[in-house]
């Protein structure tokens, strides 16, 4: 592996000597794009765009598209102005020779007003509906994160009240929720599985599906959202495709040690736009060198077509599909359950694709159309090399979807969102496994599953009115109705969320509501007893100040409480589950966040949280696995000039708990572990420091930047999880599952 990165980074270092050496002067670039309205999306002419600190400067047309031109390669702020909304400023925004840079700016309304002060969002902006607990990032933003490889995922876990599971997973969990909470949106399309070899109900996952330059930006909900979003109880992540530019096709190619992928984007017959993205993983190649028994392989596709039909009527195209394979042989999976399956052959697979149309029926009333495809699956093999299919499995879930978002402005004080969705559902599960015995000395008996329901439906209707009783009162009630054919039950979901303003800078938040997640196929299949199963419920109540202290740093404060019912939980012995479960998660968070201006970004974050779980009513309560009290997250990065930037990141977390080992028993002549109280334990805390340095070169024709990515500097020995084996003569072994050692990931990106 040594001899691995000596090679890597002999190849890093000969790239940037070439690139010295070659030079080049630069050549200019253009920043185009359109501005709208941030609730009808109605075309905004005549606004004012600025660069800041420069005398370039332009108007919208008609459709709310701008052009500059002439712009020297840098980064810059854009400033966007129009009489009756809010002054939004735009950071980060990169020039690169020869290159067109699209900007999408979104305005909000401003009449809330203080006196005679216009509330200013400066470089912050969120919509009045989303009142408490959200995150919005750029693509920029993302890229600029250390210790992320340029992951969306994990830049999400550097959030308040966002724990990680470790370097090797990017799952997000979400105010001691479990990853299976958190609804996933790309471009209004639900996808099952945004993360690459991660599964439904598991916690781990490499790397994220969707390229970070596909990206324009990315709302992140970690509790309280609006009724527009159900059928989960923790937490919302939104993003938005970049709408590919109508000036110059760019083409950008990058790789790192997770793999290569090339992207292109630029105008099309018609009038319209593209973007389009493919990668493939090199993780088998790299495992192939250092001589390890698995060869995971993936790959991803990403695209987007957008038409102006006319100034009222957009209709865009989005599509995605992402391949994972692993082959395993003459290897022992650290696991009792699967210990004999020294051969495994495992394909994930998942693709999403959809139309949206946007209408703008009259300039105060507007609404989007989206209809949809989503579905994954898996197919598993386990075994030996003699019967390499002792397990097995073959899961498969298709989804069409058929949803309307309508948005009316009574008056200029009143909003009225309303809408529906409806979703058929076909799943298949197919699975075999033999008896086994668990590490305590259980006995699983052997079973197989053959789940073929017929094809369900769910249904959504919401309504939701925004008010504005008050120039400095923001109130937003709404509520929700959702009703699952195959468990026969409906629900109501009431929400409310406040907004006050003391001052233009100073605000208090809030929100309540119930919030519905139905059981999933997964969870159904296993037994026909799950048949009965119901939806899980969570109560949120948040409480929040929010301070702008300058148009680019804002600090937060918020207070929850999240209470469960209803709780889907089982056994290690059956698959028989149940509504049993009863939870909840209650903390503190406080952040502050800087924009990037003057040549620094950073934020601070500190969480503390407690997440308790019953599993029955007679049951004790016990530490949820996912509880984590302690979370400090500390980001900064500047600019170090001649296109050098640096930026790091300090995470610390408590250790998840466990439940230890206090003894050993003889069953059946043969040695097992005796369990201590179900999570009484906790693993050392797990912290890391990591480091980033990204170097641009201007090279004749393109661009090319280059980043190293230190993860994990001082070499931190972060332990994951414990197992434990017995021998026949009753001694126990513990073996420790680290997290990643000292970590160097480079990468390149070229841009043409």
Do not use: C
């Not at 992951?151 to 959030?159: A, E, G, K, N």
């Not at 003699?386 to 948005?407: C, F, H, M, Q, W």
């Not at 019953?614 to 001649?642: M, Q, T």
């Not at 990591?690 to 931190?716: C, E, H, M, P």
């Amino acid at each position: 592996m040594n001899n691995m990165f000596r090679f890597l980074h002999f190849i890093y270092l000969f790239i940037i000597l070439f690139s010295v050496s070659l030079g080049a002067e630069e050549k200019a670039g253009v920043i185009s794009g359109e501005i709208r309205d941030a609730s009808t999306h109605q075309p905004l002419p005549a606004a004012s765009i600025s660069l800041l600190g420069t005398s370039y400067g332009a108007a919208s047309d008609e459709r709310g598209h701008f052009t500059l031109r002439d712009i020297e390669p840098g980064s810059y702020q854009v400033r966007v102005s129009y009489v009756g909304y809010r002054t939004f400023s735009l950071t980060d925004i990169i020039v690169v020779q020869s290159r067109n840079t699209t900007v999408q700016v979104e305005l909000q309304p401003s009449e809330v007003q203080v006196g005679e002060v216009s509330v200013n969002g400066g470089y912050f902006q969120k919509p009045l509906e989303n009142t408490v607990s959200i995150r919005s990032l750029t693509s920029q933003e993302i890229r600029r994160s250390p210790g992320s490889a340029e992951d969306i995922f994990r830049v999400m876990q550097s959030l308040p009240g966002v724990a990680t599971a470790g370097g090797k997973s990017a799952q997000l969990i979400v105010r001691g929720g479990s990853p299976d909470e958190n609804l996933t949106l790309l471009d209004h399309i639900e996808i099952y599985n945004p993360i690459h070899f991660a599964r439904t109900g598991e916690s781990m996952g490499i790397i994220s599906i969707i390229n970070p330059s596909l990206l324009r930006s990315v709302d992140f909900l970690t509790g309280g959202f609006p009724v527009m979003y159900g059928d989960k109880m923790s937490s919302v992540f939104e993003m938005s495709l970049v709408d590919g530019n109508k000036e110059l096709t760019n083409v950008d190619l990058n790789a790192n040690l997770a793999g290569f992928g090339a992207l292109v984007d630029g105008p099309i017959i018609g009038g319209g736009s593209m973007v389009f993205s493919a990668r493939r993983g090199f993780f088998d190649l790299l495992t192939s060198l250092m001589n390890k028994p698995a060869a995971p392989q993936y790959y991803d596709f990403v695209g987007k077509v957008t038409y102006d039909l006319d100034t009222r009527n957009r209709v865009s195209l989005i599509g995605f599909y992402y391949l994972d394979k692993i082959t395993r042989t003459g290897a022992t999976k650290e696991s009792a359950a699967l210990s004999k399956f020294t051969n495994v052959n495992r394909d994930d697979y998942g693709s999403a694709s959809g139309i949206n149309w946007q209408f703008l029926i009259s300039p105060k009333l507007y609404s989007l159309t989206t209809f949809s495809f989503a579905g994954n699956g898996w197919n598993t093999l386990q075994g030996t090399a003699a019967d390499p299919s002792l397990s097995g499995e073959e899961i498969r879930e298709n989804n069409y979807s058929l949803k309307n978002e309508t948005v009316l402005h009574v008056s200029p004080t009143i909003e009225i969102k309303t809408g529906f969705q409806v979703q058929w559902i076909d799943s298949r599960h197919t699975s075999w496994q033999p008896a086994d015995t668990t590490r305590r000395g259980e006995i699983i008996p052997a079973n197989s599953i053959a789940y073929f329901p017929a094809v369900s439906n769910k249904t959504a209707l919401f309504l939701q009115d925004t008010w504005k009783p008050m120039p400095n009162l923001s109130l937003t009630t709404g509520v929700r109705y959702d009703a699952f054919s195959f468990t026969h039950e409906a629900t109501l979901s009431p929400r409310l969320g406040v907004s006050y303003y003391l001052s233009e800078k100073f605000s208090i938040n809030a929100s309540y509501g119930s919030f519905y997640q139905t059981p999933a196929a997964y969870q159904i299949a296993l037994d026909p007893a799950n048949q009965l199963l119901k939806s899980s419920r969570a109560t949120h109540a948040i409480v929040g100040l929010e301070y702008l202290a300058q148009d680019d740093l804002r600090a937060t404060v918020e207070i929850y409480q999240k209470d469960l019912t209803s709780v889907v939980v089982g056994n290690d012995t059956t698959n028989i589950l149940t509504n049993a479960g009863t939870g909840t998660a209650k903390g503190i968070e406080f952040s502050v966040q800087k924009k990037y201006t003057s040549g620094f970004v950073g934020s601070a974050s500190y969480s503390y949280s407690i997440s308790q779980r019953r599993d029955g009513l007679n049951l004790p309560s016990y530490v949820f696995e996912y509880d984590r009290p302690h979370i400090i997250n500390i980001i900064a990065g500047w600019e170090a000039g001649n296109d050098w930037q640096i930026g790091f990141k300090w995470q610390f977390a408590s250790g998840n708990p466990y439940t230890p080992v206090i003894g050993i028993v003889s069953k059946n002549g043969a040695f097992y572990v005796i369990d201590g109280v179900q999570n009484s334990a906790r693993y050392p805390d797990y912290h890391k420091f990591d480091i980033r340095i990204d170097k641009k070169f201007v090279l004749g024709s393109f661009t090319l930047t280059a980043y190293l990515d230190l993860w994990n500097v001082y070499n931190r020995a972060n332990v994951l999880n414990y197992t434990y084996r017995t021998d026949a003569v009753g001694n126990i072994t513990r073996n420790e599952r680290l997290d990643f050692g000292l970590l160097p990931i480079i990468g390149l990106t070229a841009q043409f």
